[in-house]
């Protein structure tokens, strides 16, 4: 390290609402060990600009970011040279990916750092692996100093490639959960009355959250719940979020009024959505809504999709969710079983209130910040 105080810098990809006060509270964090950290970040990525929730914030340098489509795929570059203005860091930390051209630029000598750490899921869960991007993401992490890794299993199959355990954090990817559980104790019974009175809730409503795209397989979504609607009239869906699939949601929403597009939703309203609803409905990729589902007690019903992202990790199935064979028939039938067993849901959400003292951004915080003292070290 240079001097008495260490500089970090952090590259991600862009700047989603729930990763800001991560970066905040992490930059509070090094200051307090003698640690100066930088964060800079990419403009949203097309596929992702339609969920409406990238953010901005004082701490984070927007790097212009050109998007380049290569067949199926799509390249990214983030242009240098804000980052080159900079002295130059003890620990650069990037994200474990090959798409970002700038990480070839950036590790190609002369360097702007003295080690470099990676920062990612550790193996591919939402997509089907090809052998030789994995081979040149592997290649790529394995010449790192550092590895930080989302989840434990994430972390174990890094370590499995040869990586040193010694030189790995779990970080427990996780957001704001105090804030949330603040936002879920303040939602009075007017408030609660009011929001179901104006989208015609009933005491069979499940929720969606999240980006309405083709991870998230709206189409089974909204045809498993005209299944249940079918079988109980009393049936509603709220659906809250945005996303390229939007139009799809806001067509049959005009046809089928048991459908309640809310569009994206914070903070108190976030809150009603999850106060309203007995279930959440997630039959395709389940990421950081499951610490949203741990920290509200509002149990996940999913299927055995096998692209969920590292956070479904969380969950533990007929304990803190309920995972359905990937058929829609049985999806439709479960989800409408376990919404009718309050026992069971009671059960479900107390154990669910339970982990979510394991996953909190605080508890993230620390684990990251320890990781870049001992990767400095």
């Known amino acids: 390290m240079r001097g008495s105080r260490a ?41 992702w600009k339609a969920r409406n ?16 489509k290569v067949g199926d795929r799509v390249l990214t570059y983030k242009s240098l040279a804000t980052l080159r203005q900079s002295k130059p860091y003890d620990l650069l930390v990037l994200e474990q990916a090959i798409r970002n051209l700038e990480t070839y630029q950036l590790i190609a000598p002369p360097r702007l750092f003295t080690r470099i750490a990676y920062w990612g899921h550790g193996r591919t869960y939402t997509a089907a692996p090809h052998k030789i991007e994995e081979a040149i993401k592997m290649r790529m992490t394995l010449s790192a100093d550092w590895f930080f890794g989302y989840t434990d299993q994430g972390v174990e199959h890094v370590v499995n490639q040869g990586f040193p355990r010694q030189r790995t954090t779990t970080v427990q990817n996780s957001i704001d959960t105090k804030r949330m559980q603040s936002d879920l104790d ?15 809730l009933t005491s069979a409503t499940a929720l969606y959250i999240g980006g309405v795209d083709e991870s998230k397989r709206i189409d089974f979504l909204l045809e498993s719940g005209r299944r249940i609607f079918d079988q109980n009239p009393n049936f509603r869906l709220i659906i809250a979020g945005s996303g390229s699939d939007s139009h799809k949601v806001a067509a049959r929403a005009k046809i089928d009024t048991w459908i309640k597009p809310v569009g994206p939703v914070f903070g108190l309203q976030k809150a009603l959505a999850f106060r309203s609803s007995k279930v959440l409905m997630i039959p395709g990729r389940v990421g950081l809504v499951a610490v949203d ?48 067993n309050s026992r069971a849901l009671n059960e479900m959400a107390d154990k669910c209130r339970i982990e979510a003292r394991k996953y909190t951004v605080e508890a993230m915080v620390t684990r990251f910040a320890d990781g870049i003292h001992s990767a400095l070290s």
């Open 53 to 68: 929730d990238s953010s901005t914030s004082q701490h984070a340098k927007l790097l212009p970011t050109r998007f380049i």
């Open 7 to 47: 500089s970090v810098a952090i590259i991600h990809p862009w700047l989603p609402q729930y990763r800001v006060p991560f970066f905040d509270l992490l930059g509070q964090v090094l200051r307090d060990r003698d640690v100066d950290l930088k964060v800079f970040v990419g403009d949203t990525p097309p596929e």
């Open 186 to 200: 303040s939602v009075t019974e007017p408030e609660l009355k009011e929001f179901k009175l104006q989208h015609d």
């Open 293 to 340: 589902s741990l920290t509200a007690g509002l149990p996940i019903i999913t299927t055995d999709w096998p692209f969920h992202a590292p956070e479904f990790e969380y969950l533990e199935k007929d304990s803190t969710c309920v995972v359905s064979p990937d058929d829609m028939a049985l999806y439709s039938v479960i989800v409408a079983q376990t919404m009718a």
